[in-house]
């Protein structure tokens, strides 16, 4: 077996020791290479490819479905810190089917399948309409979660108790709905309104007025309804200044939220708005040339008179100034003889400019501005964590909307310690923040990092030892195949010719040691024949 194995080797040995160095590395790469793409293939042709079965599960749900994969077999996977759970792929469809037969998931909440599968006569009346209220929250959650721009909804509704008298009126119900929406998305006042009417619709005797909807940071959305400011000029005014003020507000926490982070600021803005109209009319009368304040000649006319005779009468003391010709008419006095007489009369039209205008100057003028801001630190324990550079931004931003927003012929000078006591920016932590509950990301332990980092620093140093070691080989064969010299073959003095005495001889020694019997057997037919 030594010998067999040996045979095959040998012949490797050499055909390798006999390659060059280049051709070593060539080769030792093709072979990894083809290991690497062949452990690839089949890795990839036996990988079970999984996906999501269910998203956004709570810890109880997921645990129920995965007890539920466990007992059939199904292989799956927790991903997500634990709220999405994975399936084979071609499984997927198949076990959403099943799983909803089974009235899987289950969600810790109370939905309106409660009662029908707990239904007994045991229940109180208290007991009851908890139960219900509970079920009216989670379903109308459930729905507002299902409109776009919408990750999760927190609903807390208020519903009286019923009078026991007949001429008892019945009291409003009350919402209170927290949104946690998508960063970015604005909705239009269309989708506010239909929520708005969903909610109303949704609970008995719950009017649109005392439904309060916000998001999680802190703005509202508030219904537009055109029917409750009819008739009453204030409801307009106030209902403009808050238009006012919450395009403000929404502008500056948009951008310091972008800055700090939207659940790090709040803002809280204050107006006083202008609503006198003024209609007024000017008719002005101005001269085209202001400088000289001369208008357009559009008409001159020049009349020039002169006469020369010796007619009596023509000298004398001159008349009296004529009122209708004060522009040149000139005599010449004379007494009897010759005598002149000259007139010259100039007339200039001149047009100049007459304005009209009719001015209504427009109303819901800014007089006066006011912005509050409360920042929250990055450490929250630690107030000054917040530099003071950062907060002297945050004043200048403000200072410049302050500016630029009030009226300037109400405050035609604003100063730099006026815009200052329009500001304020308070930096403290928040106590009364809504939270939701967060999908948890996976967190991977420091010591997998460690061990991964000492097995790559481990195949780092294996590898250059290797690398070391065959190039310590190659040199020290190239030395011996330098320093190798060919022996000189000398002919030995022992060696003779084999005759045929000899080469018979060796056969029957051959004979002998291998095949004993047949030797004795040849010697004594050999002694036979003597």
Same mark, same amino acid.
């Given at each position: 077996?030594?010998?067999?194995?040996?045979?095959?080797?040998?012949?490797?040995?050499?055909?390798?020791?006999?390659?060059?160095?280049?051709?070593?590395?060539?080769?030792?790469?093709?072979?990894?290479?083809?290991?690497?793409?062949?452990?690839?293939?089949?890795?990839?042709?036996?990988?079970?490819?999984?996906?999501?079965?269910?998203?956004?599960?709570?810890?109880?749900?997921?645990?129920?479905?995965?007890?539920?994969?466990?007992?059939?077999?199904?292989?799956?996977?927790?991903?997500?810190?634990?709220?999405?759970?994975?399936?084979?792929?071609?499984?997927?469809?198949?076990?959403?089917?099943?799983?909803?037969?089974?009235?899987?998931?289950?969600?810790?909440?109370?939905?309106?399948?409660?009662?029908?599968?707990?239904?007994?006569?045991?229940?109180?009346?208290?007991?009851?309409?908890?139960?219900?209220? =509970?079920?009216?929250?989670?379903?109308?959650?459930?729905?507002?979660?299902?409109? %776009?721009?919408? /990750?999760?909804?927190?609903?807390?509704?208020?519903?009286?108790?019923?009078?026991?008298?007949?001429?008892?009126?019945?009291? %409003?119900?009350?919402?209170?709905?927290?949104?946690?929406?998508?960063?970015?998305?604005?909705?239009?006042?269309?989708?506010? @309104?239909?929520?708005?009417?969903?909610?109303?619709?949704?609970?008995?005797?719950?009017?649109?007025?005392?439904?309060?909807?916000? /998001?999680?940071?802190?703005?509202?959305?508030?219904?537009?309804?055109?029917?409750?400011?009819?008739?009453?000029?204030?409801? /307009?005014?106030? %209902?403009?200044?808050?238009?006012?003020?919450?395009? #403000?507000?929404?502008?500056?926490?948009?951008?310091?939220?972008? #800055?700090?982070?939207?659940?790090?600021?709040?803002?809280?803005?204050?107006?006083?708005?202008?609503?006198?109209?003024?209609?007024?009319?000017?008719? #002005?009368?101005?001269?085209?040339?202001?400088?000289?304040?001369?208008?357009?000649?559009?008409?001159?006319?020049?009349?020039?008179?002169?006469?020369?005779?010796?007619?009596?009468?023509?000298?004398?003391?001159?008349?009296?100034?004529?009122?209708?010709?004060?522009?040149?008419?000139?005599?010449?006095?004379?007494?009897?003889?010759?005598?002149?007489?000259?007139?010259?009369?100039?007339?200039?039209?001149?047009?100049?400019?007459?304005? &009209?205008?009719?001015?209504?100057?427009?109303?819901?003028?800014?007089? =006066?501005?006011? *912005?509050?801001?409360?920042?929250?630190?990055?450490?929250?324990?630690?107030?000054?964590?917040?530099?003071?550079?950062?907060?002297?931004? *945050?004043?200048?931003?403000?200072?410049?909307?302050?500016?630029?927003?009030?009226?300037?012929?109400?405050?035609?000078?604003?100063?730099?310690?006026?815009?200052? @006591?329009?500001?304020?920016?308070?930096?403290?932590?928040?106590?009364?923040?809504?939270?939701?509950?967060?999908?948890?990301?996976?967190?991977?332990?420091?010591? *997998?990092?460690?061990?991964?980092?000492?097995?790559?620093?481990?195949?780092?140093?294996?590898?250059?030892?290797?690398?070391?070691?065959?190039?310590?080989?190659?040199? =020290?064969?190239?030395?011996?195949?330098?320093?190798?010299?060919?022996?000189?073959?000398?002919?030995?003095?022992?060696?003779?010719?084999?005759?045929?005495?000899?080469? &018979?001889?060796?056969?029957?020694?051959?004979?002998?040691?291998?095949?004993?019997?047949?030797?004795?057997?040849?010697?004594?037919?050999?002694?036979?024949? =003597?």
């Amino acid at each position: 077996m030594n010998e067999s194995l040996q045979k095959f080797i040998n012949p490797l040995k050499e055909y390798w020791l006999n390659r060059s160095k280049k051709q070593r590395i060539i080769m030792i790469s093709t072979i990894v290479l083809i290991l690497l793409v062949a452990g690839l293939i089949t890795f990839s042709m036996t990988k079970t490819n999984l996906v999501p079965l269910y998203s956004n599960l709570t810890p109880s749900e997921t645990g129920s479905i995965k007890e539920s994969l466990d007992s059939r077999g199904i292989k799956s996977e927790i991903a997500d810190g634990g709220t999405t759970i994975k399936v084979p792929e071609e499984l997927a469809d198949t076990l959403k089917v099943e799983l909803a037969a089974e009235g899987l998931p289950q969600s810790g909440s109370i939905d309106y399948s409660f009662f029908s599968q707990n239904a007994g006569m045991g229940t109180t009346e208290n007991e009851f309409n908890v139960m219900k209220l =509970d079920a009216m929250q989670t379903e109308l959650a459930n729905l507002i979660k299902g409109i %776009e721009g919408i /990750n999760d909804a927190k609903v807390m509704i208020t519903i009286p108790e019923t009078g026991i008298f007949v001429s008892d009126t019945a009291s %409003e119900a009350s919402a209170s709905i927290v949104l946690n929406t998508k960063p970015g998305y604005k909705f239009e006042q269309s989708q506010i @309104q239909a929520l708005y009417q969903l909610v109303s619709k949704s609970i008995p005797n719950l009017p649109t007025d005392n439904i309060v909807i916000m /998001n999680q940071n802190f703005e509202y959305f508030d219904l537009k309804n055109e029917n409750n400011f009819s008739g009453s000029v204030f409801a /307009n005014q106030q %209902e403009i200044k808050k238009e006012i003020e919450r395009d #403000l507000q929404r502008q500056v926490q948009s951008m310091l939220g972008t #800055l700090i982070g939207h659940d790090k600021v709040v803002v809280s803005v204050t107006a006083d708005v202008d609503f006198s109209q003024e209609n007024r009319e000017e008719n #002005l009368v101005t001269p085209v040339d202001e400088e000289n304040m001369e208008g357009i000649a559009i008409s001159a006319q020049k009349i020039t008179e002169t006469y020369t005779g010796t007619d009596n009468g023509t000298g004398g003391p001159p008349p009296a100034e004529d009122p209708a010709d004060p522009l040149g008419t000139q005599y010449l006095e004379g007494n009897t003889g010759n005598g002149d007489y000259e007139k010259s009369n100039d007339t200039i039209n001149y047009e100049v400019n007459r304005i &009209r205008k009719e001015i209504i100057e427009s109303p819901y003028k800014i007089r =006066d501005l006011g *912005i509050q801001v409360m920042v929250e630190p990055p450490d929250v324990e630690n107030i000054n964590s917040l530099p003071q550079e950062r907060v002297d931004d *945050i004043t200048n931003m403000l200072a410049t909307i302050v500016r630029t927003s009030i009226d300037k012929d109400e405050n035609p000078a604003l100063t730099d310690d006026a815009i200052a @006591q329009k500001i304020a920016v308070s930096v403290q932590p928040f106590e009364g923040k809504m939270t939701f509950d967060e999908p948890a990301t996976p967190i991977i332990p420091w010591w *997998i990092y460690l061990i991964g980092g000492i097995l790559v620093l481990a195949l780092v140093v294996l590898i250059f030892l290797f690398v070391r070691a065959r190039r310590k080989q190659d040199d =020290d064969f190239e030395d011996m195949v330098e320093d190798y010299q060919p022996p000189v073959e000398v002919p030995d003095v022992n060696n003779t010719v084999d005759t045929e005495d000899t080469l &018979r001889r060796k056969q029957l020694e051959k004979m002998a040691k291998e095949k004993p019997d047949e030797f004795a057997k040849l010697l004594r037919s050999w002694m036979a024949e =003597d």
